[in-house]
T-cell receptor
Framework: GEDVEQSLFLSVREGDSSVINCTYT??????LYWYKQEPGAGLQLLTY?????DMKQDQRLTVLLNKKDKHLSLRIADTQTGDSAIYFC?????????FGTGTSLTVIP | NAGVMQNPRHLVRRRGQEARLRCSPM?????VYWYRQLPEEGLKFMVY????????ESGMPKERFSAEFPKEGPSILRIQQVVRGDSAAYFC??????????????FGPGTRLTVT
């Protein structure tokens, strides 16, 4: 199966930017996704990027894709305490999504 | 439009009992996926179903686990003779379409199974 990797933890101060990184293995993926999981809840789609794009911006979220290095990142500008959650990158392959292990973001007031 | 519904939210079973997890997809969605999340791990795909058909069960353990999505009613993930290692959060997702175009899998809140 595909291998999607993320660092496990990230702490930032409120108001700073957060950058969450992800590496993936399948270069044929047409789209790559970012999901957010709040405590005790399911996953919520945050954004996705088409593999032909280098960057996508959506309000406070910026997704960067380096297809050559198979590296995906999610930048959250002006991080708020409500952004504290686990963030998963996901790569579709066939009928399923392959998820990373998730990065737990803690925002310090 | 209600989201993906799962019940129960929490389920406690003793070793050897059966666990039945239910998932009602979003209205109009005919594609259902089940994932398992072990503690401090990402989600792992288990099975993909359309109405009355199992399309891909490559992530399902060969024994004790089964899934169905009948013509009427919710999708059911059934675990027979549960063991402690089955303790996990089980998430259901549904989608309107499937395949290579961007499609969103909408996730339910999950069922947290604890085997004692």
């Amino acid at each position: 199966g595909e291998d999607v990797e993320q660092s496990l933890f990230l702490s930032v101060r409120e108001g700073d930017s957060s950058v969450i990184n992800c590496t993936y293995t399948d270069s044929s993926s047409t789209y790559l996704y970012w999901y957010k999981q709040e405590p005790g809840a399911g996953l919520q789609l945050l954004t996705y990027i088409f593999s032909n794009m280098d960057m996508k911006q959506d309000q406070r979220l910026t997704v960067l894709l380096n297809k050559k290095d198979k590296h995906l990142s999610l930048r959250i500008a002006d991080t708020q305490t409500g952004d504290s959650a686990i963030y998963f990158c996901a790569e579709p392959a066939g009928n399923q999504f392959y998820f990373g292990t998730g990065t737990s973001l803690t925002v310090i007031p | 439009n209600a989201g993906v519904m799962q019940n129960p939210r929490h389920l406690v079973r003793r070793r050897g009992q059966e666990a039945r997890l239910r998932c009602s997809p979003m209205k109009g969605h005919s594609h259902v996926y089940w994932y398992r999340q072990l503690p401090e791990e990402g989600l792992k795909f288990m099975v993909y179903l359309q109405k009355e058909n199992i399309i891909d069960e490559s992530g399902m353990p060969k024994e004790r686990f089964s899934a169905e999505f009948p013509k009427e009613g919710p999708s059911i993930l059934r675990i027979q003779q549960v063991v402690r290692g089955d303790s996990a959060a089980y998430f259901c997702a549904s989608s309107l379409t499937s395949g290579s175009s961007p499609y969103e899998q909408y996730f339910g809140p999950g069922t947290r199974l604890t085997v004692t």
